[in-house]
């Protein structure tokens, strides 16, 4: 098995299942309705895995020769590559890169990636042939949008976010790890302008691109403050690069006058010296004329900025203008005055449905109060009687002299006739 196969087989389990294969290798029925079901069945696998081959390879655009290499299974290639292509097509899935650039407008100008051919030979070529020409370049859809947004979010996380403005030299070295390709990196920028998030132009042979601001919604044209900005910023590298090759310069001199004075070369060190001396004064001048291109720079992004708050301003203060247009304070206080009147008449209405009531809700209330009264004065109500005896009672004073008289009797001999008399003094009594 290839290294491309063995590459395919992460992408679908069904890679590696010879009979499975043949039958998804061999060529489309010319006529669809013989078996609408394979049909289907073979062309979704083939669909999908194109789109899937292509987001791994990190790439929106593919050939018909490129496919059957990457799809080369024991030295076979799928059979009905061409009428996959023609399907997805047709479908809207992909769609011929020349035919994308000129629905993008970007025909006028080449990016080296594109070789523009004028667009009848291509249409001519295509419908001259009844297959689809192996060195075709096809863009898939989904995957160009999916690239956009990556360009869009590389650029904005970048160094270069500061300056609307980059050479497509730039950004190509900043998105080579988001396309694999400058042809997707092409129809990338295409979609972003269509989207109205870039702008791309030729000036001097350069070609140059222009993003969307954060704050705004589509893209500027390019204007001449933007080429200015794009000049200074090209001045500021290369002033970087050339200081940072005579700051090297310098060290070099510096070590050569020390190993040309421990060889007892005296004249020869001085003379290093010197030079290294004249090198620095170069490192001074060019080190203030970067800083001024930088202050410049500086100041240009922060007028922009300032511009688009202005405008921001702006906008805001016009829709207050609309929004108070039949507001004024006289109205206002009025206003206030009415919902006084209203939450004060709500209060009154509030106040009488609530009395209605009160009347027994006083009464409960009362009534509660008065029970805990009497629970309180209970135990003082008891202070005024005296304790309960805790040993037997007393008898009454008849009993008690009953006792005594008949303990007098049992006590003296002869008692009859104290027994008779006792009666009849009780009786006396």
């Known amino acids: 098995m290839s290294g491309g ?17 043949d039958f998804m290798f061999s060529d489309f029925k010319s006529n669809r309705d013989v078996n609408p079901m394979d049909w289907d069945s073979k062309m979704d696998f083939w669909a999908a895995l194109v789109v899937r081959s292509c987001r791994r390879r990190r790439t929106a655009c593919c050939s018909l020769r490129e496919l059957g290499d990457t799809f ?65 370049t096809f863009v898939v859809v989904e995957l160009v949008k999916e690239k956009a947004a990556e360009v869009l979010a ?19 070295d900043l998105c080579k790890d988001v396309c694999a390709d400058q042809s997707t990196l092409g129809v990338a920028l295409l979609q972003l302008q269509r989207e109205k998030k870039v702008a791309v132009s030729l000036h001097d042979g350069m070609k140059i691109v222009k993003f969307c601001r954060a704050l705004q919604e589509r893209v500027s044209p390019l204007s001449d403050v933007d080429l200015g900005v794009l000049q200074l910023q090209r001045s ?7 200081l940072q090759a005579l700051g090297e310069k310098a060290e070099g001199l510096k070590e050569e006058a020390r190993v040309l ?31 001024s291109i930088r202050g410049i720079l500086d100041r240009i992004d922060q007028s922009t900025t300032d511009k688009t708050v202005m405008q921001a301003y702006q906008a805001g203060v016009a829709a207050l203008k609309l929004s108070l247009k039949d507001v004024t304070l006289e109205s206002a206080e009025n206003l206030v005055d009415q919902i006084q009147e209203l939450c004060d008449t709500q209060d009154d209405v509030n106040q009488t449905i609530s009395s209605l ?40 004073v008849p009993l008690q002299l009953e006792e005594d008289l008949s303990r007098l009797t049992l006590r003296d001999s002869g008692t009859s006739d ?11 009594n």
Request: proline fraction near 6%.
């Open 418 to 428: 104290k027994k008779t008399t006792t009666p009849q003094l009780l009786q006396d």
């Open 357 to 396: 009531g009160a009347a027994d809700e006083d009464k409960a209330e009362l009534e509660e109060e008065l029970e805990s009264l009497l629970k309180e004065a209970e135990p003082d109500a008891l202070a005024h009687f005296p304790e309960v005896p805790t040993g037997g009672l007393r008898p009454s």
């Open 5 to 21: 196969s063995a590459s395919v087989s992460d992408l679908t389990a069904e890679w590696d299942d010879d009979e499975r294969m």
């Open 154 to 172: 590389a650029y904005h996380s970048s160094q270069w976010a500061t300056s609307p403005v980059v050479t497509f030299s730039q950004l190509a």
């Open 261 to 291: 004075l421990r060889q007892g070369k005296k004249t020869q060190a001085l003379r290093s010296l010197r030079s290294r001396k004249q090198v620095e004064k170069r490192v001074d001048n060019l080190s203030n004329q970067l800083e």
């Open 236 to 242: 500021e590298r290369l002033l970087e690069e050339r």
């Open 72 to 136: 080369r299974r024991k030295d076979r290639s799928p059979l009905g590559l061409p009428t996959v292509l023609q399907d997805m097509s047709s479908g809207g899935k992909l769609q011929r890169e020349s035919d994308f650039a000129a629905d993008a407008g970007w025909l006028s100008w080449g990016v080296g990636l594109l070789l523009v051919r004028p667009l009848r030979w291509t249409i001519s070529s295509v419908l001259g042939s009844n297959g689809v020409p192996p060195e075709e």
